[in-house]
């Protein structure tokens, strides 16, 4: 469903992250796919790239004209809420002022575009936020998704703007939660995680397979595209370990309200994907569902391909 219905070629901003790169390793099998990569040369088989520059409308209309897409997925951004809290100015320049050079030169090449958002935007008052609960976010990082949003939805009236959470297979510059857990267990050490703080992950490509079947049936605006399950950040760690086989004795309970020094985060980041399942007719999966899978792309030799970029 969905993917015979879309357009190649592909160009992915912020190719060399867990999104651009897990991405293409599928779609690269169905067209061209191109990554547009910034501080970091990354060459993954079957792909093109170019460099990527976004700092003004100018520099992103030639970016976009060098890889001639027929859809664009802006999945470029500062991610760290740290970093984005430690220097803001950086955090809304790369956050929001690219997002919305990018929806701008989309708009006017009149490519369809994928905005990659977050679900960092709530206070975590309530749990499965939908996309109508009003957005109070609690740190810079969230400020700047918020206002990014704004931006691109201004820019590009036809934009699908995704909130979301996941994980992957990850490479050697940059891990995925998932990743984290596996490695360490694996590796026999312990490790701590939190109780209190919850949250509606999705694997790559069951995220990536329900945004495409969005964007083959014309669906714009605001759409969560999460899993179907809520659970805590302990209770994800429980998951691998037993799909993987590992020791998850080693998995200790934690709370992140008894960390000191953390930038302030909601500790309910779970979202609502009801109007998702609707507008596909179908579910997203569950956590169980989607470790399946990962633990399959590690059998095919996906985690290994990304592990050595």
């Not at 970091?40 to 976009?64: H, K, N, P, Q, Y």
């Not at 956050?95 to 006017?108: C, D, F, I």
């Not at 699908?160 to 490695?183: A, E």
């Not at 507008?279 to 985690?303: C, F, I, T």
């Given at each position: 469903?969905?993917?015979?219905?879309?357009?190649?070629?592909?160009?992915?901003?912020?190719?060399?992250?867990?999104?651009?790169?897990?991405?293409?390793?599928?779609?690269?099998?169905?067209?061209?796919?191109?990554?547009?990569?910034?501080?970091?040369?990354?060459?993954?088989?079957?792909?093109?790239?170019?460099?990527?520059?976004?700092?003004?409308?100018?520099?992103?209309?030639?970016?976009?004209?060098?890889?001639?897409?027929?859809?664009?997925?802006?999945?470029?951004?500062?991610?760290?809420?740290?970093?984005?809290?430690?220097?803001?100015?950086?955090?809304r320049h790369v956050n929001v002022s690219l997002a919305g050079n990018v929806a701008r030169a989309a708009?006017?090449?009149?490519?369809?575009?994928?905005?990659?958002?977050?679900?960092?935007?709530?206070?975590?008052?309530?749990?499965?936020?939908?996309?109508?609960?009003?957005?109070?976010?609690?740190?810079?990082?969230?400020?700047?998704?918020?206002?990014?949003?704004?931006?691109?939805?201004?820019?590009?009236?036809?934009?699908?703007?995704?909130?979301?959470?996941?994980?992957?297979?990850?490479?050697?510059?940059?891990?995925?939660?998932?990743?984290?857990?596996?490695?360490?267990?694996?590796?026999?050490?312990?490790?701590?995680?939190?109780?209190?703080?919850?949250?509606?992950?999705?694997?790559?490509?069951?995220?990536?397979?329900a945004i495409f079947d969005l964007i083959a049936s014309g669906v714009t605006g605001v759409v969560n595209i999460v899993g179907d399950q809520r659970l805590s950040k302990y209770e994800f760690?429980?998951?691998?370990?037993?799909?993987?086989?590992?020791?998850?004795?080693?998995?200790?309970?934690?709370?992140?309200?008894?960390?000191?020094?953390?930038?302030?985060?909601?500790?309910?980041?779970?979202?609502?994907?009801?109007?998702?399942?609707?507008?596909?007719?179908?579910?997203?999966?569950?956590?169980?569902?989607?470790?399946?899978?990962?633990?399959?792309?590690?059998?095919?030799?996906?985690?290994?391909?990304?592990?050595?970029?």
């Amino acid at each position: 469903m969905g993917e015979p219905a879309l357009r190649f070629p592909i160009f992915i901003t912020g190719g060399s992250g867990l999104l651009g790169l897990n991405w293409a390793a599928h779609l690269r099998e169905l067209g061209t796919v191109t990554l547009g990569l910034h501080h970091r040369d990354v060459a993954l088989s079957g792909t093109r790239s170019v460099s990527c520059e976004l700092d003004t409308l100018e520099a992103a209309m030639r970016t976009l004209a060098k890889a001639e897409p027929a859809l664009v997925v802006h999945a470029a951004g500062l991610t760290s809420v740290e970093h984005c809290e430690a220097d803001p100015e950086l955090g809304r320049h790369v956050n929001v002022s690219l997002a919305g050079n990018v929806a701008r030169a989309a708009s006017q090449l009149g490519v369809p575009l994928i905005h990659v958002s977050t679900d960092h935007l709530h206070s975590g008052a309530q749990p499965l936020a939908d996309e109508e609960t009003p957005l109070v976010p609690l740190n810079e990082y969230g400020r700047t998704k918020a206002l990014a949003e704004a931006a691109v939805l201004e820019a590009h009236s036809h934009a699908l703007v995704v909130r979301t959470n996941f994980y992957g297979w990850g490479t050697s510059y940059r891990h995925s939660f998932s990743d984290t857990i596996i490695r360490r267990l694996r590796a026999g050490e312990p490790l701590t995680l939190f109780q209190d703080v919850h949250y509606t992950p999705i694997h790559l490509e069951a995220q990536r397979a329900a945004i495409f079947d969005l964007i083959a049936s014309g669906v714009t605006g605001v759409v969560n595209i999460v899993g179907d399950q809520r659970l805590s950040k302990y209770e994800f760690g429980l998951k691998v370990a037993d799909r993987f086989g590992l020791n998850k004795d080693l998995i200790r309970p934690g709370r992140i309200t008894e960390q000191v020094g953390l930038v302030r985060r909601p500790h309910d980041m779970s979202l609502s994907n009801a109007r998702a399942r609707t507008l596909l007719g179908r579910s997203l999966g569950d956590v169980d569902a989607h470790l399946a899978l990962l633990k399959q792309q590690e059998e095919h030799g996906l985690a290994e391909e990304l592990r050595k970029l």
